[in-house]
Structures are given as structure tokens and as C-alpha cells.
């Protein structure tokens, strides 16, 4: 099939690939924020959201307008991250059937989970920070599976 990455041109090939590994900084750059701003802990980021009353760092709670302009900031802006990598990840010519299926579908629903659990850690529930985790580190795990193997197709598989 002519449309396989392995198949592209080879400035085509250059141009994907330097998209995927911008894609890819700007990315890790969002999981240092994170790491930055929650320890990478379910009680760093439960303090983000629900706040403290420590004396020496206060922390206020998340208001429900802030919540609302990450919600939305980061569901329109993973929602095209997702889109254009799936888009590129599925003209691989490594990974085949279900699990290029699940690879390229399951990031959708983790941005909802994700950013949408927020609210739910907030207001209602806590311990929901184990699901945005789970949901989060399975959200980044499939984006850097594509990435890693679009890439490789890129550059590194012959075209055979």
C-alpha cells in the first residue's frame, strides 16, 4: 500500500518524523509540569485540587471556573494531539488489527476520564485520583507507543 509510512517519500518521511519528536518534547514537557506541580503522587496532586491548610505553603483549592478552563483547555488541545497521531500511526506497517485499533481509540476516552475526574476529585471524591492516574499513565503510554513506532517505521524499516 503507497500511504504507509515506511512508503512515504523521503522528505515526507522528515517532515512527519520532525512533527512526532516536536509532539513528543512538548508532550514530556507537560508530564515535567506535572511532575513540577503534583510530586507525580496521589497526594501531591489531591493537594493541587482539594488544597491544604498547611501554615508554612498554603494551598488553595481548584475553583470551579479554573477547573472548567483546564477541562476545556486540555480536552480541544489532546483531542488534536490524538487526532494527528492516530492519524500518522495508522498507516504503520507494524502494528496490526486490535491492538492498533485500542492504541488509537483508547487516548479519546482517558482525555475525558482524565480531565473530566478532576471535577470528581474536587467536589466528590478523592480516591478518584487512582482512576485519573490509571487513566493518565495509560493516556501517555499509548501516545509514546505510537509515537516510538511511527517513528521507526519512518526511518528505520525498509520499505520491503
Same mark, same amino acid.
Given at each position: 500500500?503507497?500511504?504507509?509510512?515506511?512508503?512515504?517519500?523521503?522528505?515526507?518521511?522528515?517532515?512527519?518524523?520532525?512533527?512526532? /519528536?516536536?509532539?513528543?518534547?512538548?508532550? !514530556?514537557?507537560? /508530564?515535567?509540569? +506535572? !511532575?513540577?506541580?503534583?510530586?507525580?503522587? &496521589?497526594?501531591?496532586?489531591?493537594?493541587? $485540587? #482539594?488544597?491544604?491548610?498547611?501554615?508554612? !505553603?498554603?494551598?488553595?483549592?481548584?475553583? @470551579?471556573?479554573?477547573?472548567? *478552563?483546564? !477541562?476545556?483547555?486540555?480536552? +480541544?488541545?489532546? *483531542? %488534536? =494531539? %490524538?487526532?494527528?497521531?492516530?492519524? =500518522? @500511526?495508522?498507516?504503520?506497517?507494524?502494528?496490526?488489527? &486490535?491492538?492498533?485499533? @485500542?492504541? =488509537?481509540?483508547? &487516548?479519546? /476516552?482517558?482525555?475525558?476520564?482524565? @480531565?473530566?475526574?478532576?471535577?470528581?476529585?474536587?467536589?466528590?471524591? &478523592?480516591? %478518584?485520583?487512582?482512576?485519573?492516574?490509571?487513566?493518565?499513565?495509560?493516556? $501517555?503510554?499509548?501516545? $509514546? #507507543?505510537?509515537? %516510538?513506532?511511527?517513528?521507526?517505521?519512518?526511518?528505520?524499516?525498509?520499505?520491503?
Amino acid at each position: 500500500m503507497k500511504n504507509k509510512l515506511n512508503k512515504l517519500s523521503k522528505n515526507l518521511k522528515f517532515l512527519v518524523a520532525a512533527y512526532l /519528536i516536536v509532539l513528543g518534547i512538548g508532550v !514530556a514537557t507537560g /508530564i515535567l509540569y +506535572v !511532575a513540577a506541580t503534583t510530586s507525580m503522587s &496521589p497526594s501531591g496532586t489531591i493537594e493541587r $485540587y #482539594i488544597g491544604n491548610d498547611d501554615d508554612w !505553603a498554603p494551598k488553595q483549592a481548584k475553583e @470551579f471556573v479554573d477547573l472548567i *478552563s483546564q !477541562a476545556h483547555q486540555h480536552i +480541544v488541545m489532546f *483531542s %488534536f =494531539i %490524538f487526532l494527528s497521531i492516530g492519524l =500518522i @500511526f495508522s498507516r504503520n506497517s507494524i502494528i496490526k488489527g &486490535p491492538l492498533k485499533l @485500542f492504541l =488509537i481509540i483508547e &487516548p479519546f /476516552i482517558s482525555i475525558i476520564v482524565t @480531565f473530566g475526574g478532576f471535577f470528581i476529585l474536587r467536589y466528590l471524591m &478523592p480516591n %478518584f485520583v487512582y482512576i485519573i492516574i490509571i487513566s493518565s499513565t495509560l493516556m $501517555y503510554t499509548c501516545f $509514546y #507507543i505510537m509515537m %516510538f513506532v511511527s517513528l521507526y517505521d519512518l526511518l528505520l524499516k525498509n520499505e520491503s
